[in-house]
């Protein structure tokens, strides 16, 4: 089975999943899936609660780069793969895995795609999200207190001291990278259909 994997790029609070789900729609489940780069965050269960606050979840060095690249690898090869389940309360692994069958298209999504190199280079095609710094924000506490049980203070205090520091200094820069970039606002459902018909046009090439 031909495989074509495609990235999603951008900020925290961008769209990206937005986009990755818009994508599963224009495709359908049975062509389609899609692996998400923060489920690879390290398990901290070593560290006491305190000393994980202080990691830096916005550096490149906080995600298992060479699981979610083996992975990426694993679903190209027509292989099934195990994706973690991350407790982003506690932000530890649970332990549990969700299982992701090998599709024609795999779509890539998070915040530090373009700024790795070992999985920039496994992307066929990429897309980079450009959107506002309170945009961003507003989104970003919307999900981690009602997705992820976060309390509001402590996502305010992260996107100040991490999460805007760290765009400003590995994402934003890689946009240049990107074979795309969406500048905000744009239509999520016209452009998953983009994203179908640039899918058919590499598949093509």
Known sequence: MDVVVLGICGGSGSGKSTLATACTDAFGDADIAVLPFDAYYRDLSHLSPGERKAVNFDHPDSLDTELFAMHLDALRAGEAVGVPVYDFASHTRTGETITILPCP??????????CVAAIASRLDYSIFLDVPEDVRFE?????????????????????????????DQFVQPCGVRADAVLNHPWDVVAEADAVALTVWRVTSA
């Open 105 to 114: 298209v795999v779509v890539a999504e998070g915040i530090l795609l373009l």
């Open 139 to 167: 989104r970003r506490l919307a999900r981690d207190t009602l997705e992820r049980g976060r309390d509001s203070a402590d996502v305010a205090r992260q996107f100040t001291q991490s999460v805007a520091p760290m765009h």
